[in-house]
């Protein structure tokens, strides 16, 4: 059992306020994740030839600057940090994948949790109210966001096997259920050189819905082709650049309420996350249906 939660605001207005009206929701998940919690929040994108890495350093004391200072030397071009507690989101104008690279080398005590233009990314163990004190979560602005409480049932308590996961740029997922063909679907994907990082189900639905993005379909349509490929109780909500998506099982067994008005689209595990949201009274509410793929974008 575990809790998802995600908003999209339509009106400018508000997005300064993001992460303010976010908190209540993830802490209103608490029971069903007491475990560790995250979230990824989209900004506004970055421009040109920048994009942005989310870096988590754990409990490694790491020298941030000195850290900046060799990346700086090994590549050319513009790198600053943005420091949150023991996470940082770093902004460079290098090739982002050598990046990567080059922290996997050289900075073998950081761990790269997202790539994109638009996505940062925390998540970390501990209780959804600690974790959300710990990196200011209410400062937060952004157009959208993808959060999740985790209650762990089929693998450690670790920040590698919090949710939202990553794969390629700008894209998310979090999932409340159980996968029982992860080791299918992960053979299916590393003969086409697609690597995973945790033995966590939730990888493998992450990891295959890019892939078919990056094989041209759209959202929707790659969610669909997982009804084919992926077996098990969920509900999954995932977030891009633009977009939430949001589809249950065949079963839907795995709750999840939406709350669409003319300033936002909110989604939770149970309703009691949505309530303090302004103009909720009078919001479309509604479950998803079976196998149904719901999106919206900004």
Same mark, same amino acid.
């Given at each position: 059992?575990?809790g998802?939660?995600?908003?999209l605001?339509?009106n400018?207005?508000?997005r300064?306020r993001?992460?303010?009206l976010m908190?209540?929701?993830m802490i209103?998940m608490?029971?069903?994740?007491p475990d560790?919690?995250?979230l990824a929040?989209f900004?506004?994108?970055v421009?040109?030839?920048?994009?942005?890495l989310?870096?988590?350093?754990?409990?490694?004391?790491?020298d941030?600057?000195?850290?900046?200072?060799a990346?700086?030397a090994?590549?050319?071009g513009s790198?600053e940090?943005?420091?949150?507690?023991?996470?940082?989101v770093?902004?460079t104008?290098?090739p982002?994948?050598?990046?990567?690279a080059?922290i996997?080398?050289?900075a073998?005590?950081?761990?790269?949790?997202?790539i994109?233009?638009?996505?940062?990314?925390?998540?970390?163990?501990?209780?959804?109210?600690?974790?959300?004190r710990?990196?200011? /979560?209410a400062?937060?602005?952004?157009?959208?966001?993808?959060?999740h409480t985790?209650? #762990?049932?089929?693998s450690?308590?670790t920040?590698?096997? #919090?949710?939202?996961f990553t #794969?390629?740029?700008? /894209?998310c997922?979090?999932?409340n259920?159980?996968?029982?063909n992860?080791?299918?679907?992960?053979?299916k994907?590393?003969?086409?050189g697609i690597e995973?990082?945790t033995?966590n189900?939730t990888?493998?639905?992450?990891r295959? /819905?890019e892939?078919r993005l990056?094989?041209g379909d759209?959202?929707?349509?790659a969610v669909?082709? &997982? /009804?084919?490929e992926?077996? &098990?109780f969920?509900t999954?909500?995932?977030g891009?650049?633009s977009?939430?998506a949001?589809?249950?099982?065949?079963?839907?067994?795995k709750?999840?309420?939406?709350?669409?008005?003319?300033?936002?689209?909110?989604?939770?595990s149970?309703?009691r996350?949505l #309530?303090?949201?302004?103009?909720?009274?009078?919001a479309?509410?509604?479950e998803?249906?079976?196998?149904?793929?719901y999106?919206?974008?900004?």
């Open positions: 059992m575990c998802i939660v995600g908003l605001l339509k400018p207005q508000l300064p993001l992460g303010e908190v209540p929701m209103g608490t029971e069903r994740g560790s919690a995250g929040v900004t506004q994108p421009g040109g030839s920048l994009y942005k989310s870096l988590y350093a754990g409990e490694n004391d790491v941030w600057n000195a850290f900046l200072a990346l700086t090994a590549m050319p790198h940090l943005r420091r949150a507690a023991n996470h940082s770093l902004t104008s290098a982002p994948e050598k990046v990567e080059w996997e080398t050289h073998t005590d950081l761990t790269v949790l997202s994109g233009k638009s996505i940062d990314l925390y998540k970390d163990i501990g209780a959804p109210a600690e974790v959300a710990r990196y200011e /979560f400062a937060l602005q952004g157009t959208h966001l993808v959060g985790r209650m #762990a049932t089929e450690a308590v920040p590698a096997h #919090a949710h939202p #794969a390629g740029h700008d /894209f997922l979090v999932h259920g159980s996968l029982s992860p080791n299918l679907v992960r053979r994907l590393e003969p086409l995973f990082e033995d189900d990888e493998a639905a992450c295959y /819905f892939w990056r094989e759209d959202l929707p349509t669909r082709r &997982g /009804f084919e992926l077996d &098990g969920y999954f909500l995932m891009t650049d977009e939430l949001l589809v249950r099982d065949a079963f839907a067994c709750p999840a309420i939406v709350a669409e008005t003319d300033d936002y689209v909110a989604v939770a149970e309703f996350s #309530a303090h949201l302004p103009g909720v009274r009078n479309k509410l509604f998803p249906r079976p196998q149904e793929v999106s919206w974008r900004i």
